[in-house]
Nanobody, 125 residues
Framework: EVQLVESGGGLAQAGGSLRLSCTVRGFTLADYAIGWFRHAPGKDREAVSCINSSDDSTSYSDSVKGRFTISSDNARNTAYLQMERLKPEDTTEYYC??????????????????WGQGTQVTVSS
């Protein structure tokens, strides 16, 4: 059974940090690209960051560039999103999604195959 399980969300103060994890089961992370997304109420869904686990190429949205770092540990079948210098506007639920690297060419334009249930991030001012 394929599963993506997010964890690591919680409450942080502005300026603080959190690390989100996306553990995948049922497939090999090295064969997939992972995207982290968020969708705050009243805003468009945003592709926060993506990583192609086969070559570790990454991309970031302008709103998080320089503050967030995506990585993957293929041995642990887990992708991470290290979030630094958090802002109240980072508050929302975060989701990870996966697509085979052979089908991946863009963080935002592809239709991902699998996704998790999300983890809530709340940043207080």
């Amino acid at each position: 059974e394929v599963q993506l399980v997010e964890s690591g969300g919680g409450l942080a103060q502005a300026g603080g940090s959190l690390r989100l994890s996306c553990t995948v089961r049922g497939f090999t992370l090295a064969d997939y690209a992972i995207g982290w997304f968020r969708h705050a109420p009243g805003k468009d869904r945003e592709a926060v960051s993506c990583i192609n686990s086969s070559d570790d190429s990454t991309s970031y949205s302008d709103s998080v560039k320089g503050r967030f770092t995506i990585s993957s540990d293929n041995a642990r079948n887990t992708a991470y999103l290290q979030m630094e210098r958090l802002k109240p506007e980072d508050t929302t639920e975060y989701y990870c999604e996966a697509i085979e690297t052979d089908s991946w060419y863009s963080c935002t334009l592809v239709r991902y195959d699998y996704w998790g249930q999300g983890t809530q991030v709340t940043v207080s001012s």
